[in-house]
């Protein structure tokens, strides 16, 4: 059983980050993480080109450098961007000078008020510290589990379908790695969205 959707006692635990906002809105917000990446940000970002959608693009500081006009593009097309750190370290595994350190280096490349931790993983700590830089913690409510190699993708895709509410922040991710996934996922998941009556909005 995949934990698509992160329990309300979770969020409720750790209320010093955002999970997701209110029902009222009426709106998802849809998050893509790891990118800028050649092709497969590109195909993201015609897609919500077409939809006319905006969103929120968690970059990887490293990949900015990487692929600085497909970061450029992400801005010009009106999208938020957010901290990923900048080399996608993994925050239990790391001593948290090192880690600050990181997402530091990420901030010269990024100019954002919102930090995602890789993994989803984060310590009330580095929480804190990340919010001393001027930077909010967003967490997500709702994982398309697109980065999993031997996904059964249609019946995830109908999971994630049954589960999604408006006010959501969901998770796809914008990497080759998920690239297959990802093209089978999201335009089925911005149609449904759509025909729900619901719209998109980018985390502000
Ligand atoms: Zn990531």
Same mark, same amino acid.
């Given at each position: ?6 329990? &309300? ?10 999970? *997701? ?5 009426? @709106?998802? !917000?849809?998050?893509?993480? *790891? ?9 993201? %970002?015609?897609?919500?080109?077409? /939809?006319?959608? +905006? ?6 500081? &490293? &990949? ?58 984060? @310590? &009330? ?15 997500? $409510?709702? %994982?398309?589990? *697109? !980065? /999993?190699?031997?996904?059964?993708? /249609?019946? +995830? ?17 914008? $990497? ?5 996934? %990802? ?17 998109? $909005?980018?985390? *502000?």
């Amino acid at each position: 059983m995949k934990l698509t959707r992160v329990p &309300n006692w979770i969020r409720k635990s750790k209320s010093d980050r955002i999970w *997701d906002f209110s029902v009222s809105s009426k @709106s998802i !917000f849809l998050t893509f993480d *790891d990118g800028p990446q050649e092709e497969v940000t590109e195909w993201v %970002l015609d897609l919500l080109d077409q /939809e006319n959608i +905006q969103a929120t693009f968690f970059c990887v500081g &490293n &990949n900015v450098a990487l692929n600085p006009k497909i970061y450029q593009r992400i801005l010009d097309s009106g999208h938020q961007v957010g901290n990923h750190s900048y080399t996608h370290p993994n925050a239990w595994k790391t001593p948290t000078e090192d880690y600050l350190k990181d997402v530091e280096k990420a901030k010269e490349v990024i100019q954002s008020n919102y930090f995602r931790p890789p993994y989803g993983k984060i @310590s &009330n700590k580095i929480v804190k510290e990340v919010e001393n830089m001027g930077m909010t913690t967003v967490m997500w $409510s709702l %994982l398309s589990y *697109d !980065f /999993e190699q031997d996904l059964d993708v /249609e019946k +995830q895709l109908k999971n994630v379908l049954s589960k999604v509410e408006p006010g959501d922040v969901v998770v796809f991710h914008d $990497s080759q790695k998920s690239f297959s996934n %990802l093209k089978k996922m999201l335009p089925s998941f911005v149609k449904y969205v759509k025909d729900q009556g619901w719209s998109f $909005s980018r985390i *502000d």
